[in-house]
C-alpha cells in the first residue's frame, strides 16, 4: 500500500515538475522572442532645421540661430547620440546594417545657402552627419541671381554637388517646382483634380527633379514633402518611381523595423523652432 502511495506521489510531483517546467520554459521563449522583436526595431527621431541666422532677431518658427544649432549639435555629441542619415536607415531595414543605439536624423529642408556657412563646419568638427532637401526651384533663383548670402540665400547645383562630395551630406529630392502652395497644395491634389491629372503633374515634378539631380551623379532615394502634405496616393505614386523613404512634417519619432520596408515611409519630423532652448527641445523628443 505504501508503495502505491509513494508511486503516485512521485508520479504527481513528476509532472507537476513537467507542467512547471513548461509553464517557465513557455515564459522565457515568450521574453525571447519579445526580445528578438525589439531587437529588430530601432527608435528614431528626425530633427527638421530650415534656415540658421547669426542674427537673433530673425529667430522664429522655421529660423534658428548659429548659437542653438551650436547647443543642439553639442547636446547629442555630449549625450552620446549618432547621426545618421536616412540612407543608414533604409540600408538597416533590408540588409540588416546595424545602427547604432541612439542614433539621430538631422535634416535641413529647402537648400538654404547657410547650411553650407553655419551647419557644415559644426557638422565636421563634430563628426556628425545630415541629410539636405533640395527644392529645384530654389536652385534655378540662386543660379540667376548669384546671391550667396546667408541670411537668405539658397545653394546652387554646384553648391549641391560640392555637398554631396562630403561624407557627412546626403542630399534628398524636395520637389523642382512644387514648393509653393499658389498652384497647389505642396505636394498634394488640387480640389477638383483628377487622380490622372495629379499623377502625371506630380509623377512629372519629382522624375524632373530626379533627373537633374542624376545629372549631378547624386540619386536620393527618400522624398520629402514640400509643406508636409502627403496622401496615400502620393505614397503610392513614390513607391511606384522606386523611392524607398518619405519623410513628412508629422510630429512624432519612428520605429525602423529590419524586413519591414513600409517602415520607411511617411517618417515623422520634429521641426526645429528656433525660439525653444536646447533642453526644451530635446525634451520633447525624449532625447
Do not use: W
Not at 530673425?58 to 548659429?66: D, H, K, Q, R, S
Not at 549618432?82 to 541612439?102: E, Q
Not at 539621430?104 to 551647419?119: C, E, M, S
Not at 499658389?182 to 490622372?196: C, V
Amino acid at each position: 500500500m505504501k508503495d502505491r502511495i509513494t508511486h503516485a506521489l512521485i508520479s504527481f510531483l513528476c509532472i507537476i515538475f513537467v507542467l512547471s517546467f513548461g509553464l517557465i520554459y513557455s515564459g522565457i521563449e515568450s521574453e525571447m522572442v519579445i526580445s528578438s522583436k525589439h531587437q529588430n526595431s530601432i527608435n528614431i527621431a528626425i530633427i527638421m532645421y530650415h534656415s540658421i541666422s547669426k542674427d537673433d532677431s530673425n529667430t522664429g518658427e522655421y529660423i534658428a540661430p548659429l548659437e542653438t544649432l551650436e547647443s543642439d549639435i553639442r547636446y547629442l555629441y555630449e549625450n552620446g547620440y549618432s547621426t545618421v542619415h536616412i540612407s543608414d536607415l533604409i540600408a538597416y531595414v533590408y540588409d540588416g546594417v546595424p545602427l547604432p543605439k541612439k542614433s539621430v536624423v538631422l535634416t535641413f529642408d529647402d537648400g538654404h545657402y547657410n547650411f553650407i556657412t553655419y551647419a557644415l563646419p559644426l557638422l565636421l568638427k563634430h563628426d556628425m552627419k545630415a541629410s539636405i532637401a533640395v527644392v529645384g526651384s530654389f536652385c534655378d533663383t540662386s543660379e540667376k541671381s548669384k546671391d550667396t548670402c546667408p541670411e537668405h540665400a539658397y545653394m546652387s547645383r554646384d553648391d549641391v554637388s560640392m555637398l554631396s562630395g562630403y561624407d557627412a551630406v546626403e542630399v534628398l529630392n524636395h520637389s523642382y517646382f512644387m514648393h509653393d502652395l499658389q498652384k497647389r497644395p505642396g505636394a498634394g491634389m488640387k480640389p477638383g483634380e483628377t487622380f490622372e491629372a495629379y499623377k502625371n503633374a506630380f509623377t512629372h515634378d519629382t522624375l524632373l527633379m530626379q533627373q537633374s539631380l542624376q545629372r549631378q551623379n547624386i540619386s536620393p532615394a527618400a522624398y520629402v514633402y514640400p509643406y508636409g502634405i502627403f496622401s496615400n496616393e502620393s505614397e503610392e505614386l513614390l513607391q511606384s518611381m522606386g523611392f524607398l523613404s518619405t519623410l513628412t512634417t508629422v510630429e512624432k519619432t519612428n520605429i525602423i523595423t529590419i524586413a519591414s520596408p513600409q517602415s520607411l515611409f511617411a517618417l515623422g519630423r520634429y521641426n526645429r523652432d528656433g525660439r525653444l532652448s536646447t533642453y526644451e527641445f530635446m525634451q520633447k523628443l525624449g532625447l
